[in-house]
């Protein structure tokens, strides 16, 4: 089982940024796809983005491609997410998790991916 840990969520004005976080217990990120997700309240769980395991591939839903940015860093075992010129509808916790081992970065679906971390909130006020 590996532990994921979210930070970096926060109030930020429309416009604004804020760089995501997503922390493993164990060396995962090296090997894994990685996924980040978001679920607004009433709102299923969506797709926001997705890193392949070599992190040569990214892939981004169309509502937050040109203004986020996934990335990794395999010595601090950490998957970023930088997330740029925020809108109100970008409000939501946001939510990492490991996809296929050696896997790339084209799973979509919530139910590909495992080891979900516990969210961060993020709140972008208009």
């Known amino acids: 089982q590996v532990l994921l840990v979210e930070s970096g969520g926060g109030l930020v004005q429309a416009g604004g940024s804020l760089r995501l976080s997503c922390a493993a217990s164990r060396r995962t990120i090296s090997e894994y796809a990685m996924g980040w997700f978001r679920q607004a309240p009433g709102k299923e769980r969506e797709f926001v983005a997705a890193i392949s395991w070599t992190g040569a591939d990214t892939n981004y839903a169309d509502s937050v491609k040109g203004r986020f940015t996934v990335s990794k860093d395999n010595a601090e075992n950490t998957v970023y997410l930088q997330a740029n010129r925020l809108k109100p509808e970008d409000t939501a916790v946001y939510y990492c998790?490991?996809?296929?081992?050696?896997?790339?970065?084209?799973?979509?679906?919530?139910?590909?991916?495992?080891?979900w971390g516990q969210g961060t909130q993020v709140t972008v006020s208009s």
């Open positions: 998790a490991t996809g296929k081992a050696y896997g790339g970065s084209y799973f979509r679906s919530p139910n590909q991916y495992n080891n």
